[in-house]
């Protein structure tokens, strides 16, 4: 089946945890990859779906596809798991909070005279949650993409996540590169799929980087 004929999931941006109702825990994602990767599914496919954290409206002004804004990690698994199918095609380009405050209070929390410090739990893991979910449905023809942003021992991490998430395919973003990263218009993409190939993405637009992770799905499926 082509691309063009399946549904296509993507999500990005944050996710928030609050530990009171001014403060949270997030990353500096700003969505631009995922936004990105969002128009270049509608160019082929008239069935996309854009899972959102907290990002700029600006970036959403005009789009025709189908959004869907999301507030915390457990939100954005709920709203991805609502919209799997065995047809489609999952791109996890967010960067979903990896911990939650443990208790959250509902009243500001005051400056005091000494240090304050806080319990942290982690969050639901989307992309094992995916897995599980796959197996348990049987969705064999779901294909599934990650995303891994890192700084360190970037392919070590990201192979390994590919692996013990049982992805289909992983694009890594070493985000401490030049031209690449949260919030900038150009990335860099090394794209490892689990058949142990993979496909270098030198520096460009990140509407370019999007359409060329597009085709290789395309290849892949």
Not at 20 to 46: C, H, Q, W, Y
Not at 54 to 64: F, M
Not at 110 to 135: Q, W
């Amino acid at each position: 089946m082509k691309l063009s004929e399946r549904k296509i999931i993507v999500t990005g941006g944050p996710t928030r945890e609050w530990f009171d109702p001014i403060r949270f825990l997030s990353n500096a994602s700003t969505g631009k990859m995922g936004v990105a990767l969002a128009d270049e599914a509608f160019r082929v496919s008239e069935d996309v779906v854009f899972i959102h954290g907290p990002i700029s409206p600006e970036l959403l002004e005009g789009k025709k596809y189908r959004t869907l804004s999301v507030e915390s990690t457990a939100d954005m698994l709920e709203a991805v798991l609502g919209e799997l199918t065995d047809m489609s095609v999952l791109i996890m380009a967010a960067a979903p909070a990896d911990y939650t405050p443990v208790e959250k209070s509902e009243v500001k929390i005051k400056k005091g005279e000494g240090d304050i410090s806080f319990s942290l739990k982690r969050t639901p893991d989307i992309l094992k949650n995916v897995s599980m979910h796959k197996t348990e449905k049987g969705l064999s023809k779901l294909f599934v993409a990650g995303f891994a942003a890192e700084t360190n021992n970037t392919e070590e991490y990201a192979i390994g996540k590919l692996k013990s998430k049982g992805l289909d395919m992983i694009c890594l973003n070493d985000v401490s590169a030049e031209g690449a990263g949260f919030g900038k218009d150009t990335n860099i993409m090394t794209v490892f799929i689990n058949d142990g190939s993979r496909v270098e993405l030198p520096m460009q637009s990140k509407g370019e980087i999007a359409g060329e992770i597009l085709r290789i799905i395309e290849n892949r499926l």
